[in-house]
């Protein structure tokens, strides 16, 4: 079985295990839910400027179900590229409460052309390319982690 295709089968039975009630909040681990389902993501999070610059550049290869967190002050437009990023990603870029605003599906990698959130912001996963059409992660669709601290899905 391939890398690719462990990832996924990693990620589906994230999915389909995934309760569609409040989980137990970890700092580890958030949880997107919409009318697509629910998915679990282990994620480590970039709370201030230096972790949020760095992201995940020169990372080669990131498990299925693992993530970053990208957690802002507050809501405001950001913009991220792909310099020095070997993996394709999606960005999932949600408001202060957890919503998601938009999805960028599939960044490419090394490109240095901005990706905008186009709106203010405050919270963006990214995530394996391709992942979030995989799912069907759209706009509307909530995260939960503690570190959102107004959320649309709180914890139990």
Known sequence: MGSRTFALLTVVAAVTAAPLRAAECRDDTLWLRGDWG??????SVADDAQERAEGLMNVRQM?????????????QPVA????????????IFA??????????RDAVPHDQTPIPSGQPVQYVLEINGGLS????????SVMQHPAIETPAWPCE
Do not use: C
């Not at 629910?38 to 994620?43: E, G």
């Not at 991220?80 to 960005?91: A, Q, Y």
């Not at 059409?133 to 509307?140: C, V």
């Open 63 to 75: 498990p299925g179900a693992t993530g970053m967190l990208f957690a802002y002050e507050r809501e």
């Open 38 to 43: 629910s998915a679990r993501f282990r994620v």
């Open 133 to 140: 059409r995989q799912l069907g992660i759209a706009p509307g």
């Open 80 to 91: 991220f590229w792909m310099k020095n990023t070997f993996l394709p990603l999606d960005m």
């Open 95 to 104: 408001d202060s409460s957890g919503r998601v605003l938009k999805v960028h």
